[in-house]
Every structure is written in C-alpha cells, then in structure tokens.
C-alpha cells in the first residue's frame, strides 16, 4: 500500500516538503528524506501493475508510520538526514 507522497528535499538553505511528481522530475540532484522520521527516500515511478508514485525508504524503518514496516511506535529513522 502507498503510504509516502510527499518528502523533503535540502535545497541549500533549508529542508522544504515536495511531492512525488516534483520529486520525480528532481531525483538525483538533491537529498530527499521521509517527512516523518528523515531516513533518505527513493522517488519511484507509477508502477505497470497499477501501484501509484511513491516514496520508499531506501534502508527500511519500522519506526516511521509512512513504512509498510511499521511497529506501532514513532521514532527518528538510525541514519536519519539533518
């Protein structure tokens, strides 16, 4: 299930929310983090079998409520991007 669609993205002067067809159009050229708990995320393009854009962490969380891993507990992602 897509839970992610939006992230943050550093842009020189601060952390500013965007979403996934900006991201996507972005991918590559800036640091993108999870808007909850700031592990680095991964914009994906709609899928062929129907699954929406999204983001994914890229090193999985089960502290972050916009993971398919989540544990039921909100924390800051161990790697998390400041």
């Known amino acids: 299930m897509v839970k992610a669609t939006t992230c ?3 842009r020189g002067n601060g952390w500013e929310e965007i ?3 900006e991201a996507l159009e972005i ?3 800036f640091d993108m983090r999870c808007c909850e708990c700031h592990g680095r995320v991964t914009a994906h393009k ?3 079998n129907g699954m929406r854009a999204h ?3 890229r090193a999985a969380h089960d502290g972050c409520s916009l993971s398919t ?3 039921g ?3 800051l992602h161990p790697d ?3």
């Open 19 to 21: 979403g996934i067809t």
């Open 55 to 57: 983001f994914e962490h």
């Open 69 to 71: 891993k989540f544990s």
């Open 80 to 82: 998390a991007v400041t």
């Open 27 to 29: 991918r590559g050229q």
């Open 46 to 48: 709609k899928g062929k």
């Open 8 to 10: 943050e993205v550093w």
């Open 73 to 75: 507990t909100r924390s």
